[in-house]
Each structure stands twice: as C-alpha cells, then as structure tokens.
C-alpha cells in the first residue's frame, strides 16, 4: 500500500507548474488561447473571424469575455477548434501543446498540408493497388463476369 504524506501531492502539482512555466508553458488554457490569439493578429482579428456578423468591436468584446474566466460567456468547441487552426497556420501551438501536457501526452507534430495531401495520394493510390487485387481474386473463383452491351 502506498502512502502519501500530507501535502505531498500539492508540493507535486507546485513542481509540475514550475517545470512548465520554466518551459514557457502557459499557467492555464485560458492563458494559452490568449498567446493563440496574439500569434493571430489579437482579439479584434479573431473576434472577426469567429463572428463576422457581430463586427469589429462587439466580437472583440465577445471574445475577451470568453477568455476570462471569471465572466460566464464561453467559447464552443468549434470556436476553440477554430482559433487553435488559426494559431497553427502562424506556426502558434500553445492550445494543443497545452492541452497534451496538461494530459500527459507527447507534444504532437504539426503535419503540413502538403505533406497530408501526399499521405492522402499515397494512400488512395494503394487502395486502388487492392482493389484490383480482389477483383483478380474474384475473378478466379467465379470465372470472367460477362458484362451486356447496352
């Protein structure tokens, strides 16, 4: 049985946060959509970008709202999702690395578009490899298929 000593686990957290503040990780996840947001142009451009609608100044105070966490408004997932692929198209990661440390993950590597679109072509170009793979193979168990001319 493993026994923890009195405020051992608070003294742990401290550390943790120090390690990751030494690294220049953000103290929250409020924190980190705030650099994401710098890295972007700042709450005016953003603000835009999530609600063109509402125009420059009610967006901006929109967003500011939703990045203090003593107001109530707060932003959804498609919104946070949304200024995390902005940040990342500036080459920011503060959101996602925040979040994977937070978690105890390995920080992810950013794949570039180009680099997907090739994985994407490779990919298609293999599956077509095996689909005329089982179409042999169908054919030597059920013999040619004879196909009508219209």
Same mark, same amino acid.
């Given at each position: 049985m493993c026994r923890m000593v009195p405020g051992a686990?608070?003294?742990r957290i401290q550390t943790t946060a120090r390690d990751l503040e030494a690294f220049g990780m953000p103290d929250s996840f409020f924190d980190a959509l705030i650099e994401c947001v710098k890295a972007c142009g700042g709450s005016k451009a953003v603000g835009v970008a999530l609600w063109p609608s509402k125009g420059v100044e009610a967006a901006?105070?929109? *967003?500011?709202? &939703?990045?203090?966490?003593e107001r109530g408004e707060k932003l959804s997932l498609d919104e946070l999702l +949304?200024?995390?692929?902005?940040?990342?198209?500036?080459? &920011? +990661?503060?959101? !996602?690395? =925040? %979040? &994977?440390?937070?978690?105890? =993950?390995? #920080?992810p590597q950013p794949i570039e578009p180009r680099d997907e679109s090739a994985e994407l072509q490779r #990919? =298609?170009?293999?599956?077509?490899?095996?689909?005329?793979?089982?179409?042999?193979? %169908?054919?030597? *168990?059920?013999?040619? !298929? *004879?196909?009508?001319?219209?």
């Open positions: 686990l608070s003294k901006q105070r929109q *967003l500011l709202a &939703c990045l203090n966490p +949304h200024i995390m692929r902005l940040a990342r198209e500036k080459g &920011c +990661h503060a959101g !996602v690395n =925040y %979040i &994977c440390s937070t978690l105890s =993950y390995s #920080q #990919q =298609y170009i293999e599956a077509a490899r095996a689909m005329g793979k089982l179409a042999e193979r %169908i054919e030597r *168990l059920q013999g040619p !298929v *004879l196909t009508r001319a219209a």
